[in-house]
């Protein structure tokens, strides 16, 4: 078995759990708002400045997934400007969010591998929502496309990310590694839960 497919196997419970989810609930009935959207554009907008900016400080890790080019701030930008959303609204992350961020941090001075685990569940996450980048802009009353940047795939985006998951053998050899991913992918979901299910935005 590959690693991308143990790491796929090892947090099929915690991915379950996200679609159970408040958020994930509204986002597939079409109930969601959109100042909820909003905030959770804002969350992940937060999760991945901090990720990325790990991330592109490790050469051996850019160079096995090039944030460079499929960065999603611009899109988060762009969505809450459609959105006529501010970025920054005064709110402060989710208290998971907070402790995600500090052991972001951490993995980049110590364990640079453990970023692996939370770059998978964020970029993996495209392959299931390519679904909300059809079905949003009808609930957020939004052009076909406008709104929902977050969501798209850009060209080359899926041959990039097939490589990216064979690397992964290269790059993961050690068992001690392939653990310490497996434990910040977990821990990254745990954070995303806590953000889809624990905050709601009334206005």
Known sequence: MTFAAELRNAVRDEHDAIERTRVSARLADGTITTAEYADLLRQLHTVHTALERAWRSRPELEDLYPFARHSRLAAVDADLATLGEPLDDGSEPHPSVDELLASIDRWAESSPVS?????????????????????????????????????????????????????????C????????????AKQTFVALIGVYDGRSVDR
């Open 115 to 171: 970023l692996v685990g939370p770059m998978y569940v964020l970029e993996g996450s495209r392959m299931g929502s390519q679904g909300l980048a059809k079905s949003l802009p009808a609930i957020l009353g939004t052009a076909e496309g406008e709104g929902v940047r977050y969501h798209a795939s850009p060209e080359g985006w899926f041959d990039e990310w097939r490589t990216f998951k064979t690397g992964l053998e290269d790059l």
């Open 173 to 184: 050899t050690d068992p001690d590694d392939r653990a310490a991913v497996v434990a910040a």
